[in-house]
């Protein structure tokens, strides 16, 4: 879910979420229009790939006259384990409890029997990538090399580079394995090495500790508006003053993160809607999309510093494109690292509108900014360069591999030049001075 760097920022999430999510109060909803009830989109940022098994909607073609010549790539690691050893633990030993005094339901015994059974695979896989990780990051490396064979050639050069963690360099394999399946003469080059932290996976303090100052105005009083009740308990322990006494504290999140991410995982039973109501899960799911929304867009209550975080890795891309714009070879610039980092490049590419001030983590949420849509496993940033004869250059961009929309005027459909789009950014990034 996040690296160490980012956790520094996301922590007071989680210890305060755990309080929280033990609060007897009414339940809050999304507006109509926008209630979500698929239980796998709200796992959130724990949500698997979409198109791992799947394909994603049809490509606009390019206008006439317009050829693939360049590629640039940011992507999210694949479905992995949960980070933390407590992560799995704590559950287990909370509804222990409840077994040793005889007070679990027959739900609440098998949902211990299938977290213990989840607890002891993970011993010694914490934060890796699972098998379902590896053939997400397969699927879209096979999808990128049939999307753009002038791109995936012989004569072509791929570069991919990964952070320095274990789950992104299996990604980064895992996707160089899926384009070789189809492109199989192609030439990569690959590598993750900490002297390419500084874009790949920047650690921008100032920015860090202007957000963890916005918890308290911004982010705890929008918690103490959403809550997950204490409804679930009652299907797991029988006793209900005993569950709240001695079961309820510690089980959440926890609880819904362990049942969220069997999606990630081959064999672990889907057992999220069996034990949650979808109101209960998209409090939660709200709850934890709030640290995010926080951690990411343009808003005074962060002195709208955040989507700069990733100015670094936007300049890299565009002098990754300036180089490749003065070749004649076709080239692809693949980067595998965190959903810390791509939620952040989303809103600093301005996608979809996500860029824009908002006021609050309620208007972010109702405009788009959420993670189940932005950053599940294996999410993913393709930037593709097109060229004519005349040397005209136009981009398209795709989020989770659907085409979305940038800050300037399209020349057609999805495809803008990318000279505009390249100055703008440009200028934007030089705001902020290091």
Request: proline letters at 6%.
């Amino acid at each position: 879910m996040i690296t160490n760097t980012t956790m520094k920022a996301i922590k007071p999430v989680i210890i305060l979420s755990a309080i929280l999510f033990n609060s007897q109060v009414a339940l809050s909803t999304l507006p109509s229009a926008d209630m979500e009830t698929d239980f796998h989109k709200l796992a959130g940022n724990l949500r698997a790939y979409p198109y791992a098994e799947s394909e994603p909607p049809a490509q606009t073609p390019a206008p006439a006259g317009y050829k693939p010549f360049h590629l640039e790539h940011y992507g999210r690691h694949g479905s992995r384990w949960l980070i933390g050893e407590n992560d799995y633990i704590t559950p287990v030993r909370n509804l222990e409890k409840a077994e040793k005094a005889g007070k679990l339901t027959p739900l609440g015994q098998e949902t211990l029997d299938v977290l213990r059974d989840i607890e002891k695979q993970s011993r010694g896989r914490l934060g890796e990538l699972s098998d379902k990780g590896a053939l997400q990051h397969q699927a879209i490396g096979r999808r990128m090399a049939r999307n753009y064979p002038e791109l995936f050639c012989d004569s072509s050069q791929v570069d991919a580079k990964a952070t320095v963690v274990i789950r992104c360099i299996l990604s980064m394999l895992n996707g160089l394995q899926g384009i070789r399946e189809v492109a199989p003469d192609v030439s990569i080059k690959s590598d993750a090495s900490y002297a390419d932290m500084y874009f790949m996976n920047y650690d921008d303090k100032p920015a860090w500790e202007i957000k963890d100052k916005a918890n308290p105005t911004a982010l705890w009083p929008y918690w103490g508006k959403h809550h997950v009740p204490d409804g679930y308990l009652t299907r797991l322990v029988s006793d209900k003053q005993f569950a709240l006494d001695s079961v309820a504290r510690g089980l959440m999140p926890q609880l819904y993160w362990i049942l969220a991410n069997t999606q990630g995982h081959t064999g672990q039973p889907w057992m999220l809607d069996k034990v949650f109501t979808v109101d209960e899960v998209r409090e939660a799911w709200r709850g934890d999309n709030a640290g995010w929304v926080l951690h990411s867009i343009d808003t005074p209550l962060t002195e709208r510093r955040m989507p700069y975080t990733q100015r670094k890795l936007l300049n890299n891309i565009i002098e990754s494109t300036d180089t490749a714009m003065m070749s004649t070879r076709p080239s692809v610039n693949l980067r595998y690292g965190h959903d810390g980092i791509l939620i952040n490049f989303i809103t600093l590419l301005e996608i979809d509108d996500l860029g824009k001030e908002f006021a609050s983590i309620e208007e972010a949420e109702a405009a788009g900014v959420r993670s189940y849509d932005l950053i599940p496993m294996a999410g993913n940033i393709q930037l593709v360069f097109y060229r004519n004869d005349e040397g005209d250059v136009l981009v398209k961009c795709l989020l989770n591999e659907q085409e979305v929309r940038l800050p300037a005027k399209p020349v057609s459909g999805p495809y803008y030049r990318w000279n505009d789009l390249r100055d703008y950014y440009k200028d934007k990034i030089s705001r902020i001075k290091d």
